[in-house]
């Protein structure tokens, strides 16, 4: 078991589609991307969540 081939990656692709739909892939796409942001973040250390940031830029 190695890696993905192109055949393998369009067939993730196909299911993926037909489970969601074209519409809701952004959506998918955009809080996977927040989530690895996040957790990225903490990784680092770093606390910072959107909700304090801003509360912190009002002070």
Do not use: C, H, Q
Request: a positive charge.
């Amino acid at each position: 078991m190695g890696r993905l081939g192109a055949t393998e990656w369009l067939v993730i692709l196909v299911v993926v589609l037909l489970l969601f739909g074209g519409k809701k892939i952004p959506e998918l796409m955009k809080g996977l991307g927040t989530g690895v942001k996040e957790f990225k973040d903490a990784a680092k250390g770093e606390d910072k969540s959107p909700s304090n940031s801003k509360e912190e830029e009002k002070k």
